[in-house]
């Protein structure tokens, strides 16, 4: 089992070498991308089904360093939540792969393109398998990397460029955090693995909050890579990235890899409330935030960006609230049901020439019967309607957030109840802006350009596939047992289920009276302004560092250079009187001679 576990690690990054190598033969870089794709999702699910439930843990280490300080070690730990990621993260790269035959076919750069996403895929494989922090770390910053380049891969476009760039730094800045707590946690417990420093928390009996300091720089950590506040900003800003893109860092595990790293790592966040009570007043303003700009945004990948942060801010309000299973189970329904979207998404975008403002669509439903059907699946699944999974997980997650609240001790009480106060109202606004969306794109007056049709069969058997667990993925992840006797929780509870359903027929009614009262403009007259988190940044970072840079730059410029070119003056002068002592001429030397002797003479003679 090892050397499947080996095998899968490494297989994608195989298959982006080779795919990359194909250069200007498309062809062959289809075949190697989607062939290794297919290998290595074949290869990841038998080694994850095998390791579900109450299995034994898998553990490798291929090299150990040997040097001063803590070793470092290239090991691997599949358990549970690892195999769990695994059939994500390896099922939602496939799709892409495949997905991404019809949606970028004539993309001059498809070969790199492919290689990115293979390389993406290996990265991510890194961060859920990955016993040595180290290693963990290599792989969370490949997919910062990756991601940058794939938002990036239209580069002739302003937007692309801009938002790949602030991906890339919002994120390297927050994973500073992910860094210093390595180095604090290796020297508290004498080695990197994770394994290892797990076990000694969980039977070191720890006073608590003795662990805040690593607690509090992996939120951090997480909550750049997640998209929180106040990092939220930068994967709105991703989206004129290629539509496949956006499903996979969104639903496989870049964006979410975040709450792997909580989930991963939550026997330390156990023992520090702090960071908890952090995650929870983080995610309660997050949800709610994000679900107001989803609310009022016009572009369909937006909204859906808008929805990731908000339901990321569900699975780390319910990690806070002690409901781990809970929040593992949303983390992978929301995988399902958000690549669904973002590649039905894609199909419409496909479809009306490459517009991702609703205003540039309606009236859709009877074009595109396959994406239409698939998409309203998975805004009902957004939304939590039964028996979609979405309805379970969700639910799970608020009744989760009421019990911390009226009976948990893990965070404060105010702050408790403000997340559950804030998943209510998110819910709702959730069931709104899916409702509005799926309204415009294929409701009302057809507004879109002559001539749409249904994308090709080779993008529309992803969409399909990803329906089957957005339909029937309830009933799978709300099983007993699914991460072992240790994380056994009763997920299902009726009180909370009939309230949520109620408050999402209300909802889902409201919404359906104003589109009969007042058409498309539904609630375009509220206006909610943007936050001023990138105004902030720029004056107190980006003007500071500016104008520091300038300080710097005039302090070489005058004082540095000053000496260097005053030495060098220096230096130009005694050449330039040496050299004219230089003549050629014997006479002169003579001369020189003569006088010199006859001024020493005279020197001597007055001195004697």
Known sequence: ??????????????????????????????????????VGLLLAWVLALGHLGDARALAGVLSTTRSVGPPIELAWYVDALSAAMLLLATTVAFLVQVYSLGYLRDDPRYPSYAALVSLFTGAMITVVTADDLWVLLVGWELM???????????????????????????????DLGLLFAIF??????????????????????????????????????????????????????????????????HAATMVAAGVFLVARM??????????????????????????LYAMVSTDLK?????????????????????????????????????????????????AVGGATSMDAMGGLRTR?????????????????????????????????AFDQAAHGRLVWGWVAWALLGSMVVTAVLTVAYSLRA??????????????????????????????????????VLTAPGLFGPAHEEHLLHASTSVWMTVLVLLTGGLVLLLWRRRGRDLWRAVVVPHPPVDVLYDRLLVRPVRALSRVVRAGDRDVIDAYAEGAAASTRGVGWLLRRAQTGSVQAYLMVVVVGAAAIAVAAGVLA
């Open 1 to 38: 089992m090892n050397a499947l576990a080996l095998a899968v690690i490494v297989l994608p990054f195989g298959t982006a070498l080779l795919t990359a190598s194909a250069g200007s033969r498309p062809a062959i870089a289809k075949a190697l991308a989607v062939g290794g794709s297919a």
């Open 144 to 174: 910062g990397a990756c991601s940058y380049f794939l938002i990036a891969h239209h580069w002739e476009l302003a937007d692309a460029r801009a938002g790949a760039v602030k991906a890339f730094l919002v994120t390297r800045t927050a």
């Open 184 to 249: 604090v946690l290796g020297h508290r417990f004498g080695s990197y693995r994770i394994s290892t420093v797990l076990t000694a928390i969980t039977d070191g009996a720890l006073p608590r909050d003795e662990l805040w300091l690593p607690a509090i720089l992996l939120a951090i950590a997480v909550m750049g890579k997640s998209a929180q506040v106040p990092f939220h900003t930068w994967l709105p800003d991703a989206m004129p990235g290629p539509t496949p893109i956006s499903a996979l860092i």
């Open 266 to 291: 939550y026997p330390l966040f156990l023992s520090a409330p702090a960071a908890l009570t952090l995650l929870a007043a983080v995610a309660a303003v997050t949800m709610l935030l994000a679900a």
């Open 302 to 350: 937006r909204v859906l960006a808008w929805s990731t942060v908000s339901q990321l801010a569900y699975m780390f309000g319910a990690l806070s609230a002690g409901a781990w299973s809970a929040a593992v189970l949303h983390l992978l329904a929301h995988g399902a049901f958000k690549a669904l979207l973002f590649l039905a998404a894609g199909s419409v975008v496909h």
């Open 368 to 400: 595109l019967p396959v994406t239409f059907v698939t998409m309203t699946l998975g805004f009902a699944a957004l939304a939590g309607l039964l028996p979609l999974v979405g309805f379970f997980t969700k639910d799970a997650v608020i009744h989760a």
């Open 438 to 475: 799926w309204l415009l794109v294929f409701f009302g007056a057809a507004t879109a350009a002559e001539g749409v049709h249904e994308s090709p069969v080779v993008m529309q058997v992803p969409l399909v596939v990803l329906a089957a667990p957005t339909v029937l993925g309830g009933l």
